[in-house]
C-alpha cells in the first residue's frame, strides 16, 4: 500500500503561483510514477503532469507546458508541482497518484491517491 498526501492548495489571482507538494508513505519502492491530476466542477479528471519516480523523466499536459514544473525528493518521498502563471482555467481539485505499473497520463492506471487539494484562481 501507498498512501498519498497533498498539501499547499489556495486561493490566489490569476498570474500568481503556489506550490503543491504529495508526500508518499508506505510501499514507495513499489512505485513507477508519481502524476497530478486535476478536476474541475463539471469536468472530467485530466492529467496534469507525472514524473518517473526513480528516473526523474517528467511529463506534462500541453495546457500547462512552459508554466508548471513537477519534481520529486526521493530522500523525503515528496513530489512537488510549482505552478507559475496561474489563470482562473487552472482553478480545480488537484490529486496527486502513484502507480506502480508503467504508465503516465491514464488515470485509471493509477492505483493510489490522495484526497485532493484545491486550487481556485481568481480573476
Known amino acids: 500500500q501507498v498512501q498519498l498526501v497533498e498539501s499547499g492548495g489556495g486561493l490566489v489571482q490569476a498570474g500568481d503561483s503556489l506550490r503543491l507538494s504529495c508526500a508518499a508513505s508506505?510501499?514507495?519502492?513499489?512505485?513507477?510514477?508519481v502524476g497530478w491530476f486535476r478536476q474541475a466542477p463539471g469536468k472530467e479528471r485530466e492529467f496534469v503532469a507525472a514524473i518517473k519516480w526513480s528516473r526523474g523523466n517528467a511529463y506534462y499536459a500541453d495546457s500547462v507546458k512552459g508554466r508548471l514544473t513537477i519534481s520529486r525528493d526521493n530522500a523525503k518521498n515528496t513530489v512537488n508541482l510549482q505552478m507559475n502563471s496561474l489563470k482562473p482555467e487552472d482553478t480545480a481539485v488537484y490529486y496527486c497518484a502513484a502507480a506502480t505499473t508503467v504508465t503516465i497520463r491514464v488515470a485509471a492506471e493509477y492505483g493510489y491517491w490522495g484526497q485532493g487539494t484545491r486550487v481556485t484562481v481568481s480573476s
Open positions: 508506505g510501499r514507495t519502492f513499489s512505485i513507477y510514477t
